[in-house]
């Protein structure tokens, strides 16, 4: 599914969020407070705009690699990285992000954005990260949810149910991915349930913090 929708998939990203996953994106490598020396890791990295958003911040990550298991969404992130020369610093594996190809702690910072609600075993996942982080290493993962507040959990929910799956098979093309979308997010935990599974893996000073009236949140810690 996610290499069939790959050719279109930054382009409905920016029109589906009106343009503000940008802005969340820019939220999340903000939180890892890095000083231009950290190696980051993007897992479920996708067409690597995080990734890419990690090296180049003020001041960026030294080094990024991105892992995603999708093969034609990491096509089009190395393209992306190529044209604005970012080989040297940012390099995209396929992986599985419960068995991520990388040594025990030897990365930094560890970010996610909208990926971890498609891993099978989120738990594992979470692990996996923990295991790659250097004492005191940071998170920052972005995620959907479902808004709590009456007013615009109503608008939330017509638009994410009904319009957003027909803008989404109108421009990708494909019938199934955008009616997964919501049906991943609505069975995907609670923010208070993921915050758990965080602290289940080791992670110290967990926070969920809501951002746009609670339709995302940026999950943050750090390994302890």
């Known amino acids: 599914?996610?290499?069939?929708?790959?050719?279109?998939?930054?382009?409905?990203?920016?029109?589906?969020?009106?343009?503000?996953?940008?802005?969340?994106?820019?939220?999340?490598?903000?939180?890892?407070?890095?000083?231009?020396?950290?190696?980051?890791?993007?897992?479920?990295?996708?067409?690597?705009?995080?990734?890419?958003?990690?090296?180049?911040?003020?001041?960026?990550?030294?080094?990024?690699v991105g892992v995603d298991f999708a093969g034609a969404m990491l096509r089009i992130g190395r393209d992306k990285v190529r044209r604005r020369a970012l080989d040297q610093a940012v390099q995209l594996v396929r992986g599985d992000a419960t068995r991520i190809p990388l040594a025990s702690r030897s990365v930094h910072a560890v970010t996610i954005a909208f990926g971890i609600r498609n891993v099978e075993h989120p738990g594992a996942a979470c692990r996996e990260m923990h295991r790659v982080l250097t004492p005191g290493g940071r998170i920052a993962i972005l995620e959907f949810a479902i808004p709590t507040a009456r007013p615009f959990r109503a608008v939330y929910m017509a638009y994410f149910t009904h319009i957003l799956p027909r803008l989404g098979r109108f421009v990708s093309g494909h019938d199934a991915a955008y009616d997964y979308l919501p049906a991943s997010v609505g069975a995907f935990a609670s923010p208070s349930e993921f915050a758990a599974l965080l602290r289940d893996a080791g992670f110290a000073d967990v926070h969920a913090r809501p951002l746009t009236f609670g339709a995302v949140v940026l999950y943050t810690g750090r390994r302890s």
């Open 1 to 64: 599914m996610f290499d069939a929708i790959a050719g279109r998939y930054d382009f409905l990203n920016h029109v589906l969020s009106a343009g503000i996953d940008r802005r969340w994106r820019r939220l999340a490598i903000r939180s890892l407070g890095l000083t231009g020396r950290e190696r980051v890791l993007d897992l479920c990295t996708g067409t690597a705009d995080l990734a890419i958003a990690a090296r180049t911040a003020r001041p960026p990550a030294a080094r990024v």
